[in-house]
Every structure is written in C-alpha cells, then in structure tokens.
C-alpha cells in the first residue's frame, strides 16, 4: 500500500498536518496545501501555500502534480473553516467564508483532480465532515449547512465516478483538540461530548484509521458512505 500520491488540502496545521505526516511514515509522497507555508520538512513531501477557493491556483497545482507524478491516488478535502456564533450574530461575509471554504473548495479540488485519479489504479476521494451535522449543534448553523452540503456533494459524486472505480467517502470527526474548538467554552464541549456513545475526544489517529479503511485497495465497493466518529448518529 505504499507508494501512492495522496493530495491533502489544509495540511498546515491540524488533522491535515497529522494525516500528511501519518501518510508520509507509511512512505507515501505528500502533496500538502494551505494558505500558509510549509510545517513538514521531508523529501517526499510538496506543499502549495494557497487559497482552497482560487481556482487558478488549484488548477496550477494540479498542472504541477501532473509534471511531477503523473497521477494522483488519493485526494483527502480536509480544508474548513467554522464559524461558531448563532444566525442572529454573523455576519454575511462570515457565513460566505464559510460556505466558499468548506463547499466550493471541496468541488474545485475535486473537479480537478478525476482526471488525474483515473490514473491511479485505486483512486479514492475522502471528504472531511462533521458531527455538528447530526448533532443540529446550536452556534453551527452555517458550518454544519456547509458540511451536509459536503456529504450530499459525496454521495452524488460517488454515483457518478464509480464507474471509473473512484470511491468517494467521508469522515465526521468527533471533537478533536484542534484551531476549531480551542475557542469553545469547556463546558460546551463536555456536554457535546456526552452526547456520544464513546464520551472522549477523539484523536487524529481515530480520523487516519477510518481514512486508511476508506483507501485500502479492498474497500473498492465502499463508496458514497458517511463515517461518524464517536458513536454519532
């Protein structure tokens, strides 16, 4: 299972970083991107310092991973952004950042990677969701809208690429210690967390197991599926 490109969107930081170094151990060639500089040093590792919604820019890095590699065997849409306020509080350009983030880059990355995912003989796409979608959290309207806007573009887009054996899955993790809820009150968290059937944060390790399931070469029929973590449902 080693050897393959596997392109993750958001690795600066954060589950991407720790899915880009897991991938990376297992010697697999990383191509990482955010809107910040690079946080891995290692030979097989590329990074794109770039905006998830620039077109030009996603469809420059595809060029390159075109040049460089020839395919792309994986592609993980882990790029996202939160607004945690309720409607009446945020503001429009808030809600847009949101949406533009979390759907849109999804979709451009996507969109430009089939074509290079035909190549590889075990192409998968894993789109990174959320619990705050089954949970109907209070706060996350406009981020949970975002992300069950993600988990509809997964089942459709695995109906129409399976033909070409391109799987398409995604994640919802359960609260991890990550940028997004640093700024939630704990004593949100505690009670979020006790609305699980498994009353713990997650780890990004628990995130990369679902993901190797969803890439291993015997998970060809595994498609349009979303994971939950947690024991959320």
């Not at 060029?63 to 592609?75: A, C, E, Q």
């Not at 809600?95 to 290079?116: C, E, K, Q, S």
């Not at 699980?196 to 029929?221: K, T």
Request: hydrophobic share 45%; glycine share 8%.
């Amino acid at each position: 299972m080693s050897g393959r490109c596997i392109l993750i969107t958001g690795a600066t930081r954060g589950i991407g970083r720790c899915l880009a170094e897991h991938y990376l151990a297992l010697g697999d060639t990383v191509v990482g991107c955010g809107r910040g500089a690079a946080a891995i040093e290692h030979e097989a590792y590329m990074h794109a310092s770039l905006d998830v919604c620039d077109e030009a820019a996603v469809s420059d890095l595809f060029s390159t991973i075109r040049t460089r590699f020839g395919r792309l065997d994986v592609l993980i849409n882990n790029a996202g952004v939160a607004s945690m306020n309720v409607v009446a509080l945020t503001p429009s350009a808030t809600a847009r950042r949101v949406l533009d983030t979390n759907v849109l880059g999804t979709f451009l990355f996507t969109h430009a990677g089939i074509r290079l995912l035909r190549r590889s003989p075990h192409p998968r796409i894993v789109n990174l969701t959320s619990v705050a979608v089954p949970l109907s959290l209070e706060g996350e309207a406009v981020y949970a809208a975002s992300k069950s806007a993600v988990e509809t573009f997964t089942r459709i887009v695995a109906r129409e690429l399976g033909s070409w054996g391109i799987t398409c899955n995604a994640i919802g993790p359960s609260p991890i210690r990550t940028d997004l809820t640093r700024g939630v009150p704990e004593e949100a968290m505690a009670r979020l967390l006790a609305r699980q059937a498994v009353p713990r944060w997650a780890e990004a390790s628990d995130v990369a197991n679902v993901i190797d399931f969803f890439l291993h070469p015997a998970s060809a029929l595994v498609t349009g599926q979303v994971m939950y973590l947690g024991g959320v449902s």
